[in-house]
T-cell receptor, first 116, second 113 residues
Framework: DADVTQTPRNRITKTGKRIMLECSQTKGHDRMYWYRQDPGLGLRLIYYSFDVKDINKGEISDGYSVSRQAQAKFSLSLESAIPNQTALYFC???????????????FGAGSRLTVL | QKEVEQNSGPLSVPEGAIASLNCTYSDRGSQSFFWYRQYSGKSPELIMSIYSNGDKEDGRFTAQLNKASQYVSLLIRDSQPSDSATYLCAVNGPPGNTGKLIFGQGTTLQVKP
């Protein structure tokens, strides 16, 4: 099984619908992240969490919310999806400070979301 | 100015040549620098990290960091067609804000047989 698992892998939805992307990890990492990737724009950080009680906004958090249900689970929600949220979404984890490779990210396989 | 900038390419090199990928960053306090490789339709994977000025070699890959010039590069020697991918430069923040990586837009490398 993958260390970082994202579900669903692909989703097509309509404008105005609520969507949740889920991420779970078996690496035991404290830190979890949600990134969005658009052609020509690289990876942009949406939200990140350093532990269950710590959640922070990234560069492009508007229109998104997150929930850190447990150390191993970090979900991204689009309350009312719009077409410009069509993108490839990646969840990632890292060990955090004090660990070897503290800021090295391990990515999930990605969730491709299309909003019509 | 973007925080991390890369030439989007594509950079095309013949098989066996040296590919040189470049990245500049705006925050002078940045401390950690990473190169990720991303094949089409796949997730990024780490290939190199560098934390101090100078060169760091790992097999065919060499990362170079110059903090004074705010410049980090990746050299790929003896380029192979399997190296064809998008290479993402990522930079970690200064003390007090080190928890998140900022990525460049990526450089697409094409290695032609």
């Amino acid at each position: 099984d993958a260390d970082v698992t994202q579900t669903p892998r692909n989703r097509i939805t309509k404008t105005g619908k609520r969507i949740m992307l889920e991420c779970s990890q078996t690496k035991g990492h404290d830190r979890m992240y949600w990134y969005r990737q658009d052609p020509g724009l690289g990876l942009r950080l949406i939200y990140y969490s350093f532990d269950v009680k710590d959640i922070n906004k990234g560069e492009i958090s508007d229109g998104y919310s997150v929930s850190r249900q447990a150390q191993a689970k970090f979900s991204l929600s689009l309350e009312s999806a719009i077409p410009n949220q069509t993108a490839l979404y990646f969840c990632a984890t890292s060990p955090g400070t004090g660990s070897s490779g503290a800021n090295v990210l391990t990515f999930g396989a990605g969730s491709r979301l299309t909003v019509l | 100015q973007k925080e991390v900038e890369q030439n989007s390419g594509p950079l095309s090199v013949p098989e066996g040549a040296i590919a040189s990928l470049n990245c500049t960053y705006s925050d002078r306090g940045s401390q950690s620098f990473f190169w990720y490789r991303q094949y089409s339709g796949k997730s990024p994977e780490l290939i190199m990290s560098i934390y101090s000025n100078g060169d760091k070699e790992d097999g065919r890959f060499t990362a170079q960091l110059n903090k004074a010039s705010q410049y980090v590069s990746l050299l790929i020697r003896d380029s192979q067609p399997s190296d064809s991918a998008t290479y993402l430069c990522a930079v970690n923040g200064p003390p007090g804000n080190t928890g998140k990586l900022i990525f460049g837009q990526g450089t697409t490398l094409q290695v032609k047989p």
